[in-house]
């Protein structure tokens, strides 16, 4: 194993989770966005304003994405573990 195949694992697995994390971190950024402008518009200074909507719309991506996250983590998976069988480690 060189260094070009470790590498080559290491980017592999941040794109992996760059695409499972990234959605519901983005959905969380955008309605903490849009309630915080609200706020700002209706001079609302409630701290604990913005956790409702981001639980419900934190959720809702969840369980929208998780078929497609479930994928993406399966071929993580099998990918590393035919690079095992490649190398001899079966």
């Known amino acids: ?4 195949v470790i ?3 290491g980017r592999e ?5 760059l695409k499972v ?17 609200f ?3 209706t001079s609302i200074q409630e701290q ?3 956790f409702i909507p981001k639980i419900f719309g934190i959720f809702t991506a969840l369980l929208l994405m998780l078929p497609f996250m479930i994928h993406q983590i399966l071929a993580l998976g099998n ?9 001899g480690f079966s």
């Open 48 to 50: 604990t304003l913005t």
């Open 39 to 41: 706020q700002t518009i």
């Open 1 to 4: 194993m060189n260094d070009t």
């Open 79 to 87: 990918s590393m573990f035919d690079r095992l069988i490649a190398l």
């Open 7 to 9: 590498i080559d694992i």
């Open 13 to 17: 697995a941040f794109i992996t989770i």
């Open 21 to 37: 994390g990234g959605p519901i971190l983005f959905v969380g950024l955008i309605i903490g966005l849009v309630v915080s402008i």
